[in-house]
């Protein structure tokens, strides 16, 4: 892992740690985050990602850091777009679930084209939308069980801001993501991917 992206993620972890808007809100939305690194750093030697994906991965993690800082219904930014826009909520929310969906689905496309688990890039690019959607509707899973767990996190954790379809229109950002990332990034995704084939990480005798 490339120490500029290790120092980006460390720094931006303490500063979102630092009297975040709420303790266990800040938990609950950096421990994705946290769960990447300590998976990235377990299969660093083993399975490399390319420079695209891990990234990515690094950008969704800093707007995890920032939402789980501020609460999603409560980050600074937002709340003046919003009002520039004439909106009735923060929607920042909804980047997170565009990301949700745009960031995993090039990591999913990653690991099953190099590990060959599909035939076919039709059969690979629908499998990963519909990852990428079942990974949005367990995390909406996730949100509710959350809520009826504590009252005191839900309505940080949740982020509807009184907006009945929000389940709903964030599982469509998921998709939107998805589907973004598959048609914009599918080309320079394949290079990167034929450059690490080419010029594979050596083996390591780290165990890890």
Known sequence: MPPLWILIFTLVLLWSGWDPKDRLTWFL???PALAALGLLWCTRHRFPLTPLTLWLILLHSLILMVGGHYTY??????????EWLG?????????GH???GFVPALCAREVILRLKLINGRIWTDFFVVCFCLALSAFYELIEWWVALASNEAADAFLGTQGYVWDTQ???LMALIGALLALITLHRYHDRQLARL???PVPPSTDSA
């Open 197 to 199: 084939a080419r010029f």
């Open 98 to 100: 565009l990301a949700q």
């Open 29 to 31: 939305e950096v421990a």
């Open 169 to 171: 229109s964030d599982m």
């Open 87 to 95: 909106q009735s909520r923060n929607n920042y929310d909804k980047l």
């Open 73 to 82: 219904a409560e980050v600074p930014l937002f709340d003046w777009i919003a």
